[in-house]
C-alpha cells in the first residue's frame, strides 16, 4: 500500500537522479549562462542541455518550461550587465544551491560539454570555465 502511495503521489523520499529541486534549478541556471557566453546559441548546446533536464526528477509542482523562461532571462540579463562582482555572487550562489561535491562536479562537466558542442572554445568561454572551476570544483 504504501508503494501504491508513493507512485501515485511522487513521494519517493529519494528521487531517481539523486538531487534535490534546487540543485536541479541550479544546473539549468549555470547551464543557460554558459550557453550564452559567446553569444553564439548552437543547437547542440540546446541538445546537451535538453538531454540533461530530460534525466532529471524535475519535480512536477514546478513547471520546467515556466522555470527555463525565467532563468533563460535571468542569464540574458546577466550576461547584458555582467562585470566580475556580479558573476562572481551568481557562481557563488549556484555553487551553495548545488551543496554537494558530487552534483558541482556533474555540473562542471555538462558545462564543458557545452562549452566544446559548437567545436570552438572561445575567450569568453574559456574565462567563464576558469570561474566555474573556482567555484565548483
Same mark, same amino acid.
Given at each position: 500500500?504504501?508503494?501504491?502511495?508513493?507512485?501515485?503521489?511522487?513521494?519517493?523520499?529519494?528521487?531517481?537522479?539523486?538531487?534535490?529541486? =534546487?540543485?536541479?534549478?541550479?544546473? +539549468?541556471?549555470?547551464?543557460?549562462?554558459?550557453?550564452?557566453?559567446?553569444? $553564439?546559441?548552437?543547437?547542440?548546446? &540546446?541538445?546537451?542541455?535538453?538531454?540533461?533536464?530530460?534525466?532529471?526528477?524535475?519535480?512536477?509542482? +514546478?513547471?520546467?518550461?515556466?522555470? =527555463?523562461?525565467?532563468?533563460?532571462?535571468?542569464?540574458?540579463? /546577466?550576461?547584458?550587465?555582467?562585470?566580475?562582482?556580479? $558573476?562572481?555572487?551568481?557562481?557563488?550562489? +549556484?555553487?551553495? $544551491? /548545488?551543496?554537494?561535491?558530487?552534483?558541482?562536479?556533474?555540473?562542471?562537466?555538462?558545462?564543458?560539454?557545452?562549452?566544446?558542442?559548437?567545436? &570552438?572554445?572561445?575567450?569568453?568561454?574559456?574565462?567563464?570555465?576558469? &570561474?566555474?572551476?573556482?567555484?565548483?570544483?
Amino acid at each position: 500500500m504504501k508503494n501504491l502511495l508513493q507512485k501515485l503521489f511522487n513521494l519517493s523520499p529519494q528521487s531517481r537522479d539523486g538531487l534535490a529541486q =534546487a540543485q536541479r534549478e541550479a544546473m +539549468v541556471d549555470v547551464l543557460l549562462y554558459c550557453m550564452y557566453a559567446d553569444n $553564439r546559441l548552437a543547437l547542440k548546446e &540546446d541538445r546537451i542541455l535538453a538531454d540533461a533536464v530530460g534525466q532529471f526528477s524535475w519535480d512536477p509542482k +514546478v513547471s520546467y518550461d515556466a522555470y =527555463a523562461a525565467r532563468s533563460i532571462a535571468n542569464a540574458r540579463a /546577466l550576461k547584458e550587465s555582467e562585470s566580475p562582482a556580479t $558573476r562572481a555572487e551568481f557562481l557563488s550562489s +549556484v555553487a551553495a $544551491r /548545488l551543496e554537494t561535491r558530487a552534483a558541482k562536479l556533474r555540473t562542471l562537466g555538462l558545462c564543458r560539454k557545452i562549452f566544446q558542442a559548437d567545436g &570552438d572554445v572561445s575567450a569568453a568561454e574559456q574565462e567563464l570555465l576558469r &570561474d566555474l572551476q573556482k567555484h565548483l570544483a
